[in-house]
Structures are given as C-alpha cells and as structure tokens.
C-alpha cells in the first residue's frame, strides 16, 4: 500500500489526477509509490468511467528519480523487495504503452531518471519553464538501460545516447524542440491546461482512443504493411461492435 498522503488521486469527471505527494523526498519513487501508480493506472483503466488520467506532482519537482537510498537498503536487507522493486520499475516504464486509457503528464519542474521516465512514457506530456528532463544513471556508476527503449522512441538514437552518456539535464525548450513533450505552458496555467486536455479526450468514444493508442504501438512494433492491416482490422472490430 502507498503511504497515506504519499500518491494523491482526485476525481475530475471522466478525469482521474494522481499527484505524487512526496515533496519532501523530491517525489522520489520509492516501493510503496511505484506500486500505488501502477495499481491506480491499472485500475483507472479497468473503469469505464475513467477516460483519461493526469500525472503531476506537488512541491518543486516533478521527480527525482528511483528511490536510491530505499533501493540500496532493500539489497542489502531485503532482497526479495529489491526484485520486486526491480519489477514495478519496468511496469512504470511500459504500463502505459499497454493501457487503452490516454496519460498526461504535467511536469512542474525537474524530471530525472525514472521520472524522466515516468513523465515521458505518459501519451502526452506538458511542461513549465522550470522543468528539466535529465538521466544521469552515468554520473552514479549506472546504466538508464531501462529507459532508454522510450527515450529512443522519443527522439531517436542520437539525442538518447547524448543524454544518457553525458548525463546532463536539458530545459523545457530543448525537450520540446526534441519531440519530447508537446506544450511549454507557464507554470500557473500547467495543471489547468493538463486537465482541460484530459476532458478535451474524455469527450471521445474511449474505444476510439484505445484503438488510436494500439495503433502507435504497432507502428513501433510491426512493420509497415503489418501495421497498417492492424489499424484496419481493430477500425472494422469497433464498427462491427457498434451495430
């Protein structure tokens, strides 16, 4: 279970917000976190009454990353946890990919390593001007392999591999010249413009959405032709099942 306070979750509507609540901790994502967002992103997923969640975060950044000094006191002491921790941060990485649900991201300030992660692998991402994008796994004698698979998909292999050799951070308007994300909004107007795009898709038929998500990942996935025919047979499915 997430700590009491620690992953907030507010209904909007059709619109469920998860806000990461651990300012003190920079929202670092600990065991108990890492497992509240992939239950509630599992559950607002298994809820028609959930069209489209928004992820954001209170205090100054959006997140620091994976929990470090959790992590290294779970090696040490318990390795079971360790694996299980090891396992929800590829959930993290890929859940969202698999959901039919849309994902924001409203990232208010710095997002590194699995927050970078966590904000990038959202279906669509807004940023303040104070937000930073940044893998500096290097720095710490470790690999950002998991998030490399996204981060690739993101901007393509050049731009991955200089940042998560370098390790250096880049600024909202750099990412947003990437591909990275699609707005810079000032940071008074992030969560309302968050939430107004969250309605904005939740007016749509979900099962419209669902098959628009499917069909960006088999883009990535399969080939040309492949996916093509994908998208044509998921089309004729929601046709056939609207009567």
């Known amino acids: 279970m997430v700590e009491e306070n620690e992953l907030l979750a507010e209904r909007h509507g ?5 806000t990461l609540n651990r300012h003190p901790k920079r929202n670092a994502l600990g065991l108990a976190m890492l497992q509240g967002l992939v239950d509630a992103l599992n559950g607002a997923d298994a809820d028609p009454d959930t069209r489209c969640v928004v992820i954001a975060a209170r205090g100054s950044c ?4 994976a929990d470090l000094e ?25 859940i969202v990919a698999r959901l039919g649900t849309p994902v924001i991201a409203a990232v208010n300030g710095p997002a590194i390593g699995a927050g970078a992660g966590l904000a990038l692998g959202s ?7 104070a937000a930073r994008f940044g893998y500096p796994e290097v720095k710490h004698g470790i690999s950002a392999g998991m998030l490399i698979p996204n981060l690739i998909r993101q901007v393509g292999p050049k731009a991955a591999f200089e940042l ?15 591909g990275m994300i699609n ?22 038929a979900p099962a419209g959405l669902a098959a628009s998500k499917r069909a960006f990942q088999q883009a ?24």
């Open 70 to 94: 959790e992590a290294r006191r779970l090696a040490r002491e318990q390795p079971e946890l360790a694996s299980r921790r090891s396992d929800l941060l590829i959930d993290i990485n890929t």
């Open 183 to 204: 707005r810079v909004v000032p940071e008074a107007e992030l969560l309302p413009a968050a939430l107004a795009l969250a309605e904005r898709l939740a007016q749509f």
């Open 62 to 65: 959006f997140c620091a990353g």
């Open 123 to 129: 279906d669509l991402v807004l940023a303040a001007p």
């Open 14 to 18: 059709h619109v469920l917000l998860l």
């Open 164 to 178: 998560v050799a370098t390790g250096d951070p880049i600024d909202a308007e750099r990412a947003y010249a990437l």
């Open 220 to 243: 990535y996935e399969l080939s040309l032709e492949d996916a093509v025919r994908a998208a044509r047979d998921v089309n004729d499915q929601i046709r056939a099942s609207a009567g």
